[in-house]
């Protein structure tokens, strides 16, 4: 499941590979792929302490002659309030701002799913969004005969609750300024020739104060390059998204409803053939 335009409005370190991709031969039907197909690999970055109502980033490189297709961030123990505040390739590895909450010290990670096929990333302008305001911006879509793969985005002051694939080529994030200080977002789609699937799981209630996590796997012969989520009732930005990362066939995201009302998380994914 994705969704339209018109109803979403509502330092580098030493990394560890987790799981390969194992190259399988092309079948006649896929045409334009090549002999072999595509291998792709999920990559976890060295651990980084964030220091409770601090920020902190990261980059997770990809293997030399791999390419970045997705990512995010998982951490060691809980993601109770440990919010994504960028989550974006740069185009040889992946970069994620995380924002600490909780009350505690969160050690986080972050993670890239990285590709032998070539992809290039689509990136859209930065938009102001005001301070305590809420903003839907999207990326520019994939070029024809391309398709999704991963998106993500770069943002300032700013938690989201949305970041999927759109069914018009494009990646959507929804993201609300919940400080007084001007914010900005920016939205990137990385698009390949390569056939991708995309797909949506369960939708997971999460009440208030709980932080759970939301997943959907990949059919088998495929394996995520890419994913995200996005909340049920967006309007009451009560849900924000924290980690979000590939684990062997399933992409996983998890959410922390900070509001008084019961919400629903659901996990998407973008499946590329082995």
């Known amino acids: ?159 989201s609750w949305l970041s999927a694939p759109q069914h018009d080529g494009s990646w959507g994030v929804q993201a609300v300024n919940t400080r007084y200080l001007a914010g900005s977002l920016a939205v990137t789609v990385t698009c390949s020739a390569e056939p991708h699937q995309e797909l949506s799981g369960d939708e997971v209630v999460i009440l208030p104060g709980e932080t759970k996590d939301a997943v959907i796997k990949c059919p088998a012969g495929q394996t995520p390059s890419g994913g995200g989520g996005f909340v049920a009732r967006a309007l009451l930005h009560t849900i924000f998204l924290s980690r979000s990362f590939a684990r062997g066939d399933t992409w996983v995201v998890t959410g922390t409803n900070t509001g008084s009302d019961e919400n629903g998380l659901t996990a998407s994914a973008v499946c590329a053939k082995l």
Not at 137 to 156: I, K, L, Y
């Open 1 to 159: 499941m994705t969704f339209g335009r018109t109803v979403l409005l509502a330092s580098v370190t030493s990394a560890c590979v987790l799981a390969t991709g194992v190259p399988a031969p092309a079948h006649p039907s896929d045409g334009a792929r090549s002999a072999r197909a595509a291998v792709y690999r999920q990559v976890v970055g060295a651990p980084l302490t964030v220091a409770t109502n601090h920020s902190n980033g990261a980059e997770v490189p990809c293997p030399e002659g791999m390419f970045a297709t997705g990512g995010g961030f998982t951490t060691d123990g809980s993601a109770d309030r440990v919010f994504q505040t960028s989550s974006f390739s740069t185009g040889r590895g992946w970069y994620v701002d995380f924002r600490n909450v909780s009350g505690a010290p969160r050690t986080v990670r972050p993670t890239v799913v990285c590709s032998t096929a070539q992809h290039r990333n689509q990136n859209g302008d930065r938009e102001e969004v005001a301070r305590m305001r809420a903003a839907t911006v999207f990326s520019p879509r994939c070029p024809e005969g391309s398709t999704p793969s991963g998106g993500g985005f770069s943002g300032s002051q700013v938690f």
